[in-house]
């Protein structure tokens, strides 16, 4: 594997400053100059409402960047007179930009003057990186990605042998390197070494949809860990590999499985991660079944579970796909039940945004599970589906902690135990 | 005493005129002219047009979503009253529309004076509760800085000093009038700098997100 990122630099706050500059400048001016105050936000936020401590209240994780960008923009800056973000101060932030934030997106939706904290979490978790301050677990898991092609060290050997079992377990081809291919298939690091039997499930699907597609070893990983380590050079080489390898492929189409954050990153900033635009078209696994399915090439038996689903955040509220998740139900589970607070509005799992790769916070996750633990006991069903590996893997750590009745089950799995094939 | 009032009526109220236009819009076309360097991915198929997006989620935030508003009960209701309420003095007052005749060649009609009153008293009170509520909840504490009380207070100076005005309370008429066109001064010539500019950004920074969701989308 190629190694091009230097490891960030020792620490050093004014870097930090520096690099929130260039990023912030040109997407989030606006957004820095706005917020109010109101603190509406607040009970938004699941890690607020699981400790009612203030700092969590998503506008606070906004205050170093917009300090740095009023420093920047105040005329009297150049006399030095303005203060300079502090290390202590940027040392509090650290925790509460990586930890304290799972870029879910919610806090947006409340906001009076629509403001995305999430998207100034993550230019400040770059500019903090830049500067040296950053978890060091987050860091390593993207670390990997340079060395080993992976978060999980999923290497093109580790990848050829798992498909193999995958494929001889779940009794259906697995192509690698097909050439001719017309869909490129990504796996997530994390199904295939935690959730093996949603890459079967979707390999099924897609073969009994009459698909012509494969799997690259020159581009698999989706997740994108430089992405939610604030490394753009990482997310950039990550981006890369996938996107020369589906090029390379000539396919027209490239699916993301059910991860959400390597959807949000390769659909809606893929274009600017590579600087231009990409030459194909990128489809989350349900936007990807949905379309099978309206084309009627994939059909399934209707099944007598009752159930609720988990919108990933990264694919509802922040991605746009919220209606196929329901469009594949649709027909096939009448006992579906919404939750009171479902759709763009859910809560967060607790461990997007790279929270579930930081142990620091793991009790403080199993503690927002609760939240949804509630919403599903509502629904007076006790089993919820979802479609995000990262959420499984968050969800199902406090299901164990907490020996919560209830069960977590995968959406394409659903689908491919109930497929009915020709 | 008729010297303050001429000094209120005029220079003052010229200058600070010109610095609240000139302010908002340097820091309007300063946004505006921020490079814009990112490079969209495209928008999902068959999804509003970018105007439609922006212009309907202006409209769009004035409500919350009923999940949230049971939360912020007090802010949303509160934050209606004294903006309307505001909204009502401001521009309903016969007064102030011979003022704003003045200025823009043209006026309306203005709503009865007892009722601009009520408005405005409602106004003050609803802004002393948030100034209130600011100081005690938590979350605005961590929150608030020196902008946000001064912007409160700022709001309030000319509020409560056109109550006073209005209801012959005090001290002489004019004394009160040049007192309350002196804190209009001051409310105007602060407003590009701190956070009552948010009067124009929650236009620009509603669009914006709006344009943002649409393109993915998302169905606030
Ligand atoms: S993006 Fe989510 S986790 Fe981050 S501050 Fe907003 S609500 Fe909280
Ligand atoms: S709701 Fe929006 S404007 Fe209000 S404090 Fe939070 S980010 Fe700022």
């Known amino acids: 594997m190629e190694n091009n990122n230097p490891t960030p630099k020792p620490k050093d706050a004014s870097k930090a400053v520096e690099k929130f500059l260039v990023s912030s400048a040109s997407q989030l001016a606006p957004y820095l100059e706005a917020c109010i105050h109101c603190g509406q936000c607040a009970h938004a936020c699941h890690f607020y409402e699981v400790t009612q401590d203030p700092k969590y209240t998503p506008a606070y994780k906004l205050f170093p960047m917009t300090k740095a960008y009023r420093r920047s923009k105040n005329p009297l800056n150049w006399l030095g007179m303005i203060p300079t973000l502090e290390e202590d101060e940027i040392a509090e932030w650290q925790d509460l930009v990586f930890n304290g934030c799972t870029m879910c997106g919610r806090c947006t939706n409340v906001c009076p003057m629509g403001i995305d904290v999430a998207q100034i979490v993550g230019a400040t978790r770059q500019a903090l990186t830049a500067a040296g301050y950053y978890p060091e677990d987050l860091m390593a898991a993207a670390e990997n990605v340079v060395q080993h092609g992976s978060p999980l060290k999923v290497s093109t050997s580790v990848l050829e042998d798992r498909l193999e079992w995958i494929a001889d377990e779940s009794e259906t081809d697995i192509p690698l390197d097909k050439k001719g291919a017309e869909v490129m298939f990504t796996i997530s690091s994390i199904e295939l070494m935690k959730y093996p039997d949603s890459v079967g499930a979707m390999a099924k699907m897609l073969n009994a949809a009459g698909v012509n597609w494969t799997i690259s070893t020159k581009g698999y990983e989706s997740t994108n860990f430089g992405y939610l380590a604030g490394r753009p050079d990482i997310a950039k080489l990550g981006t890369s590999r996938l996107v020369n390898a589906a090029e390379e492929l000539g396919v027209k189409e490239l699916i993301i499985p059910e991860c959400g954050h390597a959807y949000s990153v390769l659909r809606w900033n ?15 696994i349900t936007e990807y079944l949905a379309k099978l399915k309206r084309e009627g090439k994939l059909k399934f038996k209707s099944i007598e579970t009752a159930f609720t689903y988990h919108d990933p955040c990264q694919i509802s509220r922040r991605g746009g796909a919220a209606d196929d998740a329901r469009y594949l139900l649709e027909g096939f589970a009448p006992n579906f039940v919404e939750m009171k607070v479902t759709g763009n509005q859910n809560w967060c799992c607790g461990g997007g945004g790279g ?31 979802s479609a995000c590996a ?4 968050t969800m199902d750590e406090s299901i164990a902690e907490l020996k919560w009745g209830g069960k977590l089950d995968s959406l394409v799995e659903i689908l491919a135990d109930n497929l009915i094939e020709d | 005493m008729s010297d303050l009032l001429d000094f209120a009526r005029g220079p003052a109220l010229q200058v600070s005129v010109m610095i609240f236009i000139f302010g908002v819009l340097y820091r309007l076309i300063s946004l505006f002219l921020t490079p814009k360097n990112f490079i969209a991915s495209p928008a999902r198929e068959n999804v509003k047009g970018a105007f439609g997006a922006g212009v309907g989620e202006i409209v769009r935030r004035m409500i919350p979503d009923k999940e949230y508003m049971r939360k912020e009960m007090f802010a949303f209701l509160n934050g209606w009253a004294f903006h309307i309420g505001l909204a009502i003095t401001v521009f309903g007052l016969a007064g102030h529309i011979m003022f704003f005749k003045k200025i823009l060649g043209f006026g309306w009609w203005n709503l009865p004076s007892n009722f601009v009153m009520l408005a405005g008293v409602i106004t003050l009170f609803s802004l002393i509760a948030s100034l209130a509520h600011r100081l005690t909840d938590p979350v605005l504490r961590k929150l608030s800085t020196l902008d946000d009380y001064l912007s409160g207070g700022l709001t309030v100076l000319p509020v409560a000093t056109g109550l006073l005005a209005t209801m012959h309370l005090g001290l002489r008429y004019e004394t009160l009038i040049a007192i309350h066109i002196l804190s209009v001064c001051i409310f105007l010539i602060y407003f590009p700098f701190g956070k009552l500019m948010h009067a124009f950004l929650v236009f620009v920074t509603r669009a914006k997100t709006g344009v943002e969701m649409a393109r993915k989308g998302v169905k606030l």
Not at chain 1, 270 to 284: C, D, E, Q, S, T
């Open chain 1, 270 to 284: 893929g274009a600017n991660i590579m600087g231009r635009p990409l030459g194909f078209k990128v489809y989350h």
């Open chain 1, 355 to 385: 929270v579930q790769a930081m142990n620091k916070y793991r009790d403080m996750r199993i503690n927002v599970f609760k939240i949804k633990a509630k919403q599903v006991e509502e629904t007076g069903t006790n089993t919820m589906i």
């Open chain 1, 390 to 393: 990262n959420c499984r893997l």
